[in-house]
């Protein structure tokens, strides 16, 4: 066991923030702290790196556990390039290489038992730290964040500092501690990043304790959950999607339980009333008595806490049935980031996905008319009324109270109808005397939300909507969008959001283009994680495009297959280059006898090879087409 807690709280003043703790995190667990907005998720992890006190209690943490968390990465030198940044992460594995190579050589000259035992020490953490195949890993992490090989020779001091937090947060991933904390580690990164992020730390040999808000995510990483509601924690096997089914199923047996208990409470207690001064039946009454006060009472079920907005968000007019067409537009500032070709027609519901610094969001503004067109066309249709929602606008502050910030927005509205508003965005009572200036990103976000709707628009243009929102808030806002009759187009980096909203989606690509594919978010995903089914950008319903693909020279179809194989044969060498690591490992004096040892490299390399297998069909298929279309 890497860390616990027995026992104990956590408080500020003489508000308890989390009380009789019970958290422990054993080696190689992967952990969710999951919970609703200012719960105590990021307290307890503040607690575990000693930055908030426990009061009372047991804590245990394994003398040797290295805990790792982004607040902790620093840059000591703005002029080293990014490369060479990231490359300090090994240098835990490049330390053993050298002491293994020095004990290597000691062993040669001088064997013994002690050096063997040392050597089969360092081998195996070296193997645990991903020695063998750690630089595959480097130039991984690099391409899946958004940077190029340019990039890895640039000093620190030329990136932005959104960059700059990811460079951090690449480096802490690849110093693998024993103890990885992440608090909200897909904010702001694309999809592609959060998929390779899951593959990390599925593979991740350590254990890791995360908040986030982004369900996918958790369902896909982490094998444990623990919750904290109204100040208290408790454990939950498996990722997120089974708690929330063992939680219903665990209050519902309460329910039930307690239901049959207060009816049995209720005969046995008129029975002892109905006998009890009879002389033949007091006897008999008396012995109920005492078993009703031996009975181990079933505690009243507490509703978990569900608590999520809604409001009726029915457009008060219906728009016609063109509602956005966009020709040849381009759009950026100094550049072209990218163009759009799009035809948005009546209560089509629109996601928009692609790679950071595509231009998504810029694509909003420039439908909002705040930044110009580069070039091209975009008009809306006939009766077409806009509701737009940015982060900026969930960034609002005042000195007014809420009640008042909302009659200035809407004078028309009666006391009792403001906070009716309110009311269904959870502002209710005394909160609505509270000053904007102190509400929480999850409040603002409500708060312009609650503004948004109430002008009922019949065509929604979202930016990040979900940012700052616990899950129960994100499947409350994905229910009353799924409902919603008007049209909508919506960038999101959340994937359970856009699978549950979105009936089609509109994709930035890397090369500037855009493309409109007609399916939802999980055809989407599907073909992304199938390397030989065709692209989103080949599959679309765009009859141009398909036109012009059906004309494609044989001599460009022949280049791309030949990219492909490229592609391919780069993960086969990597794959090969893991497999004869592992099988080294197999001729090491210290583990021909050691059968535990071999039975686990067994199982990794037969892994592996099966990996391989899928990766060398793969290959066979493209060469295949090749040769076809060669004949042809």
């Known amino acids: 066991m890497y860390y616990s807690i027995n026992g104990g709280s956590i408080s500020f003043g003489e508000k308890t923030v989390l009380s009789d703790i019970h958290f422990e995190v054993h080696t190689g667990e992967k952990i969710a702290l999951v919970g609703r907005n200012g719960c105590g998720k990021t307290t307890l992890l503040k607690a575990i790196l000693g930055e908030n006190e426990i009061d009372g209690g047991e804590i245990s943490m394994d003398k040797n556990c290295e805990i790792g968390t982004l607040s902790q990465i620093a840059f000591e030198d703005d002029n080293v390039k990014m490369g060479d940044e990231l490359l300090k992460a090994f240098h835990k594995i490049n330390k053993i290489q050298n002491e293994m190579d020095s004990l290597q050589s000691e062993m040669e000259a001088n064997p013994t038992e002690e050096k063997a035992e040392k050597f089969t020490e360092l081998t195996e953490r070296f193997r645990i730290l991903g020695g063998y195949y750690y630089k595959k890993d480097y130039e991984s992490i690099i391409k899946s964040f958004g940077f190029t090989e340019e990039d890895k020779k640039k000093k620190l001091s030329e990136f932005s500092g959104g960059q700059r937090t990811k460079i951090a947060f690449m480096k802490l991933l690849l110093s693998k501690p024993d103890l990885l904390l992440l608090d909200e580690p897909t904010n702001h990164l694309d999809i592609n990043a959060v998929e390779w992020l899951e593959t990390y730390i599925k593979n991740y040999p350590n254990a890791l304790v995360v908040v986030s808000h982004d369900r996918m995510f958790l369902d896909r990483t982490v094998s444990a959950v623990y919750e904290i509601e109204r100040g208290k924690i408790k454990k939950y096997s498996g990722n997120y999607s089974k708690f929330t089914k063992v939680k219903q199923e665990l209050y519902e047996k309460q329910v039930k339980e307690y239901a049959e208990q207060q009816k049995e409470i209720a005969r046995l207690t008129d029975l002892v009333e109905k006998f009890r001064y009879k002389a033949n039946k007091a006897k008999m009454a008396q012995s109920k008595i005492k078993y009703l006060e031996r009975m181990d009472l079933v505690e009243p079920p507490e509703r978990f806490d569900l608590r999520a907005f809604y409001t009726d968000i029915s457009p008060i007019n219906e728009s016609g049935g063109d509602v956005l067409s966009c020709t040849d537009l381009k759009i950026g500032y100094d550049r072209v980031l990218s163009s759009v070709n799009l035809s948005l027609k009546k209560h089509c519901k629109i996601g928009i996905v692609g790679g950071n610094g595509l231009g998504k969001s810029t694509f909003l503004k420039t439908l909002m008319g705040y ?208 497999i004869d690591g592992l099988k080294s490992e197999l001729d090491y004096p210290e583990n021909r006898s050691d059968y535990q040892k071999l039975s686990e490299l067994g199982a990794l390399i037969e892994e592996a090879e099966i990996q391989l297998d899928i990766l060398m069909n793969e290959w066979e298929e493209l060469n295949s087409r090749l040769e076809e279309l060669s004949e042809e």
Do not use: W
């Open 371 to 578: 930044i110009p067109a580069i070039s091209g066309d975009f008009k809306f249709g006939v009766n077409v009324k806009k509701g737009y929602f940015d982060q900026q606008m969930a960034e609002h502050t005042s000195e007014s109270t809420l009640f008042d910030d909302y009659r200035e927005t809407f004078p028309n509205l009666t006391d009792t109808e403001i906070r009716s508003d309110l009311g269904a965005f959870l502002f209710s009572g005394d909160t609505v005397f509270k000053k904007v200036s102190v509400l929480s990103g999850g409040e603002r976000v409500r708060l312009a939300l609650c503004k948004l709707f109430k002008n009922k628009p019949n065509f929604l243009i979202l930016d990040e909507p979900t940012n700052h929102t616990d899950i129960v808030g994100k499947e409350a806002l994905g229910n009353m969008l799924k409902e919603y009759s008007g049209s909508l187009i919506c960038v999101s980096h959340d994937r359970y959001f856009l699978k549950q909203v979105c009936d089609c989606l509109l994709i930035f690509n890397d090369d500037g283009t855009t493309t409109f594919f007609t399916e939802n978010f999980e055809a989407y995903e599907n073909l992304r994680q199938n390397p030989i089914s065709n692209s989103p950008k080949e599959t679309a319903e765009n009859t141009k495009t398909e036109k012009k693909q059906k004309h494609l020279s044989p001599l460009k179809e022949i280049g791309k297959l030949k990219a492909k194989i490229s592609k391919s044969e780069e993960k086969i060498a990597l794959k090969e280059e893991e």
